[in-house]
């Protein structure tokens, strides 16, 4: 499980580095029907390299700061993954 930040209405969808202790995922969706999370669980799925129905939103639906949890995904491939993804996403730190 780890946090997720979202900025929902952004100009672009995707992973942009990370804010305090969570991820920044910003969204071009807007929060309204989950569009917002749907948006969230595909992009972190297409950027896992998993399937969507692996990706769950724990806590934080109807929040900014959300818990995901991914399933079928070890551990160390996971937080792998993710230091990967942030270290493309913001090439300065």
């Known amino acids: 499980m780890f946090a997720v930040r979202v ?7 995707g992973i942009d580095g990370i804010r305090g202790d969570a991820l920044l995922v910003r969204l071009a969706a807007a929060p309204v029907d989950g569009a917002a999370n749907d948006a969230l669980v595909k992009t972190l799925a297409d950027a896992l390299g998993c399937p969507p129905r692996d990706v769950t939103i724990v806590s ?25 993804i942030v270290a493309s996403a913001s090439p300065d730190t």
């Not at 900025?7 to 969808?13: E, F, S, V």
């Not at 949890?69 to 996971?78: D, M, S, Y």
């Open 7 to 13: 900025i929902p209405r952004a100009g672009r969808t």
């Open 60 to 84: 934080g639906q109807a929040s900014r700061t959300k818990r995901v949890a991914v399933a079928g995904v070890p551990a160390a491939h996971l937080a792998a993954r993710l230091s990967a």
